[in-house]
């Protein structure tokens, strides 16, 4: 197994003020005030419709136990923290003066406001808060009502592998303490209000040690396909970008909801050459391409990644044509799942427009994903480190545990 540590490489790299300054710098566009009033407006409609998976009805960016020591070494990666990193404590409501109770969900959605949070921290940051608001007087009860939460959060969107994962890694991390066998029930809470805290701020994280670990990979002059919208892999370009490389991206449209157009967008906006290609252009222009980066909904067993519809034959053609396909995937995401074809995970769904009116009589594939299996990938770009395909059932195993 090849592997390199997000602290290794970040410690490289720590006389380079003037890249160290640069990589702070880095944050998604705000949105404009009719962006963020249409997003809120569709985050309190999100799951309307049973039938369409809410991880697609709003959009939101691609989305285990952690070992000790991947905190220690992430937490060495990311130091401190700089301000602009640290999500506010005000920006989620932790008391109602109203004397309203509490809801995981409501928590959630609050979180999910931030256009720069992942669905998967947003659940690690409401399960927190969870403890904090807790009024549970034994370790017992306040596991219960975690369970129950983290249950709660699941069930919200069952088509999200992130959500599922993170939840899951969350109450392992976070229970699995030695604050369990404290004598003293408001000293095991803070402890474990220290540790939930401290997982989200590294999942909060990940995404930039994730671009740091990718640089090497990047060289003047090379062309990167890219497909859909995935923030990790944005990061990853932006850090490129700001490290003065250069390089020019393809966009795949990202059909039906055009994911790629607005990856394209924000592209040009850091002056990146780009090109955009419709999605069955992928094979024709193949012998332009160096390498290909997507990111992940999910991390499985097998090495391999459920991912945005598509994926799958990009691989195909990459790899009948010796291209590198990298994933950008975060920890959270790897999943206690191995599916063996196409068909053995429930679909996520997604509205489909054509654009002109569909016979009753013809049916539509609505599915969202699919499975990419592990031998058509090169290498996975996670804070866990570098590593290829076949070390992730290993990285599962300590995770889960």
């Known amino acids: 197994m090849w592997y390199r540590s997000a602290s290794f490489i970040l410690d490289k790299q720590q006389n380079d003020d003037v890249a160290k300054a640069e990589s702070r710098q880095?944050?998604?566009?705000?949105?404009?005030?009719?962006?963020?009033?249409?997003?809120?407006?569709?985050?309190?409609?999100?799951?309307?419709?049973?039938?369409?998976?809410?991880?697609?009805?709003?959009?939101?960016?691609?989305?285990?136990?952690?070992?000790?020591?991947?905190?220690?070494?992430?937490?060495?990666?990311?130091?401190?923290?700089?301000p602009e990193d640290v999500i506010s404590e005000n920006s989620s409501a932790r008391t109602d003066d109203s004397g309203k109770t509490f809801s995981v969900i409501d928590e959630f959605n609050n979180w999910r406001k931030q256009p720069n949070l992942a669905e998967a921290v947003a659940a690690i940051r409401a399960l927190a808060s969870v403890i904090r608001s807790s009024e549970a007087t034994t370790m017992m009860e306040?596991?219960?009502?975690?369970?129950?939460?983290?249950?709660?959060?699941?069930?919200?969107?069952?088509?999200?592998?992130?959500?599922?994962?993170?939840?899951?890694?969350?109450?392992?991390?976070?229970?699995?303490?030695?604050?369990?066998?404290?004598?003293?029930f408001n000293s095991a809470k803070s402890r474990l209000l220290e540790r939930a805290e401290k997982f989200g701020e590294i999942s909060y994280k990940a995404r930039k040690i994730i671009a740091m670990l990718s640089q090497d990979f990047i060289f003047d002059g090379c062309t990167i396909l890219v497909h859909g919208f995935s923030r990790v892999v944005l990061e990853i370009l932006k850090t490129a970008a700001q490290n003065r490389k250069h390089f020019r991206v393809l966009c795949t449209e990202g059909r039906p909801d055009r994911t790629g157009l607005r990856l394209s967008n924000e592209l040009a906006k850091l002056d990146v050459p780009v090109k955009l290609l419709i999605d069955s252009a992928v094979a024709y222009s193949m012998d332009e391409v160096d390498m290909v980066f997507v990111g992940a909904d999910g991390v499985v067993e097998s090495g391999g990644i459920i991912n945005m519809m598509g994926t799958y034959q990009i691989a195909l053609v990459?790899?009948?044509?010796?291209?590198?396909?990298?994933?950008?995937?975060?920890?959270?995401?790897?999943?206690?799942?191995?599916?063996?074809?196409?068909?053995?995970?429930?679909?996520?769904?997604?509205?489909?427009?054509?654009?002109?009116?569909?016979?009753?009589?013809?049916?539509?594939?609505?599915?969202?994903?699919?499975?990419?299996?592990?031998?058509?990938?090169?290498?996975?770009?996670?804070?866990?480190?570098?590593?290829?395909p076949s070390a992730v059932s290993d990285e599962l195993i300590q995770l889960y545990l």
């Open 26 to 82: 880095i944050s998604p566009p705000t949105p404009t005030p009719a962006e963020a009033s249409s997003m809120a407006g569709t985050l309190q409609n999100s799951n309307s419709n049973n039938n369409i998976s809410a991880y697609y009805q709003t959009r939101a960016a691609h989305h285990g136990v952690v070992t000790s020591d991947w905190l220690a070494q992430a937490q060495a990666a990311i130091g401190s923290g700089d």
């Open 318 to 388: 990459a790899k009948s044509m010796n291209k590198p396909v990298y994933v950008a995937a975060e920890s959270y995401k790897f999943a206690r799942l191995y599916p063996l074809d196409q068909k053995d995970m429930g679909p996520a769904l997604r509205p489909i427009d054509f654009g002109v009116p569909i016979p009753s009589k013809v049916e539509v594939e609505t599915s969202a994903r699919d499975y990419t299996p592990p031998q058509y990938l090169s290498l996975l770009f996670t804070d866990l480190g570098v590593l290829t």
């Open 142 to 184: 306040l596991e219960i009502e975690l369970k129950k939460a983290s249950d709660s959060l699941k069930s919200w969107d069952t088509t999200s592998i992130s959500l599922t994962a993170g939840c899951d890694l969350f109450m392992r991390y976070v229970t699995r303490t030695s604050a369990l066998e404290y004598e003293d």
